[in-house]
C-alpha cells in the first residue's frame, strides 16, 4: 500500500483514538479552553483542535497521544510506526500557494520562509478550488519525502496576501522556533544577535548592567537606537510603546539587570542587586528574599547561566561559600562543580536547543507589519 495512503487510514485510527474513553477528561477540557461554553460551532475550527491534541497535546501522564497510540499499536512496521512519531513535528504556517505539481502544491510558508510540495490523503481533488497566488492557513506533517496536510486548510483570496504577510510576521517574532525551521534564518539571526552582543558592549562597557527598574525603557531605547544608527546614522530612537517594556514588576523593582545574552538576545532580571549583595555577603542567604533571588536565577531553566557565571568568576571563594550554604552542602566548590549544577538547571544553554530571541524579517515581511501598524 503507498505509505501516504496508509497515512490517511492511520490518521483516522489515531483520531479514533484521540478521542476514545482513555482521553476524554482531557479532551474535554481542551475543548471547553478552546470554545467558550464547550459549544463546538464550528467543525472546521475542531478538526484544527483535534489534530493540535493528538499530535502535540502534552498529556498530564506525560507524552502524547500519537504516542501513546504507538505503544498501543506494537505491530506497526517500523516505517509507519517512525512515520506516527514524525507528526508531531507539526509546520503551522501561512503559505502561499506557488503552483501545482502532478498530485501536490506548493506551498511557500511566509512564516519560515520555506516551500513545502504538500500532498493529500483525500488525493488532488483536494486542492481543486486552489489557484496560484492564494494564500492557505494550516498545519502540514512529514510523510516519506513530502509534506501531507493535517487537518484542514483554510484559504483565502490573493487580495488578502498583505493582511496574510503582517500576520505571519507577528507569528515569526512571537515563536522564533517555527520561523528558524529554517537555517538561513537562523544563521543570519545568530550573525546579527553576535553584531548587537558587540554593539552593547560598545555602548554600556559590559555584557550586563544593572540599573534601577524605572531605567530600563530609556536603556533599552538607547540600546536600539544605537544599534540602527550603524545602519542609518541619522536614524531616530525607536518608539518606546513597541519595546514591550511596561510590565509592573521590572518597572518597579529596585534594581534590574539588563543582560544581552551572547546568540540570544536582551533578558532582564529583577531585583539582581539581591543575588549581587549575597555574593559579597553569603550570610545574607539566611534572609529569605536574598535566597528566593538567587534560587530563581538559578533554576530558571529560561535565564542563561551567564550572570551566574560572571559573579562567580569575581571571587571563587565567595562562590563557594555562596552555593554551599544555598545547597546545603559543606565544602561545595564551584570549579569542580560549577558548571555541571548549571548544566542541571539550563540544560538548553548546554544542548544546542536555545534560540535567538529576535527573528530576522524580510524586507517583504517588514514592510507589510509597517504597513499594518496605526
Known amino acids: 500500500m503507498d505509505l501516504l495512503e496508509r497515512a490517511g487510514e492511520l490518521k483516522g485510527m489515531l483520531v479514533d483514538f484521540a478521542m476514545s474513553p482513555r482521553f476524554d477528561v482531557e479532551l474535554t477540557a481542551v475543548i471547553w479552553q478552546s470554545f467558550p461554553g464547550g459549544v463546538v460551532t464550528d467543525e472546521a475550527e475542531f478538526t484544527m483542535v483535534l489534530d493540535h491534541f493528538a499530535l502535540q497535546h502534552e498529556l498530564r501522564s506525560g ?3 500519537v504516542e501513546a497510540f504507538v505503544t498501543a499499536n506494537p505491530e506497526l512496521p517500523d516505517v509507519e510506526r517512525d512515520m506516527l512519531l514524525d507528526w508531531r513535528d507539526v509546520v503551522e504556517g501561512i503559505f502561499e500557494v506557488r503552483g501545482k505539481d502532478r498530485d501536490a502544491v506548493l506551498l511557500f510558508n511566509f512564516v519560515d520562509e520555506l516551500t513545502y510540495r504538500t500532498r493529500s490523503t483525500l488525493g488532488r481533488k483536494a486542492f481543486t478550488p486552489l489557484r496560484k497566488s492564494m494564500i492557505v492557513v494550516g498545519r502540514v506533517v512529514r510523510v516519506d519525502s513530502d509534506w501531507v496536510v493535517s487537518g484542514n486548510l483554510a484559504a483565502f483570496p490573493a487580495s488578502a496576501r498583505d493582511q496574510m504577510l503582517a500576520a505571519a510576521a507577528q507569528e515569526a517574532m512571537r515563536n522564533p522556533a ?11 539571526a545568530r550573525r546579527l544577535m553576535t553584531e548587537q552582543h558587540d554593539l552593547f558592549v560598545d555602548l554600556f562597557g559590559a555584557d550586563l548592567i544593572v540599573v534601577p527598574g524605572s531605567e530600563v525603557p530609556g536603556k533599552v531605547t538607547e540600546f536600539y537606537h544605537h544599534v540602527a544608527r550603524q545602519v542609518r546614522p541619522d536614524a531616530g530612537p525607536p518608539d518606546p510603546d513597541r519595546l514591550g517594556l511596561d510590565g509592573e514588576e521590572l518597572l518597579s523593582a ?5 543582560h544581552f545574552v551572547p546568540g540570544e538576545g536582551l533578558s ?16 545574607l542567604l539566611s534572609r529569605r528574599r536574598y535566597r528566593e533571588a538567587l534560587t530563581d536565577l538559578l533554576r530558571d531553566p ?6 551566574l557565571r560572571q559573579l562567580a568568576a569575581r571571587d571563587q571563594s565567595s562562590a563557594n561559600v555562596v552555593f554551599g550554604k544555598l545547597l546545603k552542602r559543606k565544602g561545595f566548590r564551584w570549579d569542580t562543580e560549577g558548571e555541571a549544577l548549571l548544566r542541571r538547571h539550563k540544560p538548553g544553554y548546554f544542548d544546542g536547543s536555545q534560540l535567538p530571541r529576535t527573528v530576522p524579517l524580510s524586507k517583504t515581511l ?6 499594518s501598524r496605526p
Not at 254 to 258: G, S, W
Not at 302 to 307: A, C, K, L
Open 63 to 65: 507524552g502524547t497521544v
Open 178 to 188: 517555527a520561523a528558524f525551521r529554517n537555517p538561513e534564518k537562523l544563521a543570519e
Open 254 to 258: 529596585e534594581h534590574v539587570a539588563i
Open 268 to 283: 532582564f532580571y529583577p531585583d539582581f542587586h539581591l543575588v549581587e549583595e549575597a555574593f559579597v555577603n553569603p550570610a
Open 302 to 307: 529560561d535565564t542563561s547561566p551567564e550572570p
Open 366 to 371: 517588514s514592510d507589510a507589519l509597517q504597513r
